[in-house]
């Protein structure tokens, strides 16, 4: 957004990103497409379909254990491939990393 010829960044709710985030992981756990347990979350890795996408990923479940799990920002949370339980990636000390983004 321009505002007085000076660019303006409008911040998003994170509120309702946060409620967004919520109501998506509640609807895969549903469908079963992902499995939560205490600090691994189990997932299909089709579903990350580049490597932004799996960071994304990452981040908003990890913003998830923080907030419903009482989880701390600083602790390690991983993720497994649902059928074999390979690590496909993890968050360590709030850096996301991805060792598989698509199982093609």
């Not at 549903?30 to 932004?52: G, R």
């Not at 998830?64 to 799990?69: I, M, N, Q, S």
């Amino acid at each position: 957004m321009i505002y007085a010829n000076k660019k303006v960044n409008v911040k998003a709710n994170s509120a309702q990103q946060m409620a967004l985030i919520i109501a998506n992981v509640k609807e895969l756990v549903d469908k079963k497409i992902i499995k939560l347990t205490s600090d691994t979350v189990f997932l299909y890795p089709q579903i990350w379909k580049d490597e932004a996408t799996a960071l994304n990923w990452i981040k908003c479940l990890h913003q998830y254990y923080c907030l419903k799990r009482q989880f701390k920002s600083s602790a390690t949370l991983y993720f497994r491939h649902l059928e074999n339980e390979e690590l496909i990636g993890s968050i360590i000390n709030k850096k996301p990393k991805v060792l598989i983004f698509n199982d093609l």
